[in-house]
């Protein structure tokens, strides 16, 4: 009986977990890409490895924190794909054509956007440090995921080492 328990229970963990990995998949194939512009950081953790933590210009707004809760950005992308804030997501306000859903969570007093952090291998942080655009898949719900890092022109950054 212990064993048909665990059994079932190892059932619902591998299908939760193949549900969560197909989203993200289809995310990153049906997502709109759209450039956030990065804010300094210091690219390095000695416990857990190379890594860059990344903060976004966009969560230093003020407006966000005024909000008393998670919630969405209205935000909008030049021809570049950069996007800009334009508001907080008021559900009696309609959203305009062309502008995108954001989720932000409001965390004490950090504003998270979801994609705090970038793993790369050790001793590859030279090949990131250039990095000034966090490139991000968005579903219309505002759901997003880390697609990778650009560089000031938006060109991908990527490791150089093999």
Do not use: C, W
Not at 13 to 23: G, H, K, P, S, T
Not at 49 to 66: N, Q, S, T, W
Not at 154 to 160: D, N
């Amino acid at each position: 009986m212990r064993s048909l328990f665990v059994f079932i229970i190892a059932v619902v963990v591998l299908a939760y977990v193949n549900f969560e990995i197909y989203q993200k998949e289809q995310l990153l194939t049906e997502g709109t890409t759209i450039f956030l512009e990065l804010a300094p950081v210091d690219p390095r953790s000695l416990i857990q490895g190379d890594y860059m933590v990344l903060r976004y210009k966009i969560a230093r707004l003020e407006a966000l924190y005024e909000a008393k809760q998670d919630g969405y950005l209205v935000i909008e992308r030049n021809e570049d794909q950069i996007a800009q804030f334009k508001r907080i997501y008021d559900e009696n306000t309609a959203l305009e054509a062309g502008s995108l859903l954001l989720r932000f969570r409001k965390r004490g007093s950090e504003i998270r956007l979801g994609a705090e952090s970038f793993f790369f291998q050790e001793g590859h942080a030279k090949d990131y440090e250039n990095a000034r655009y966090g490139e991000l898949k968005v579903t219309p719900s505002g759901e997003s995921v880390l697609v990778g890092l650009r560089d000031a022109e938006l060109k991908p950054l990527v490791s150089k080492k093999k």
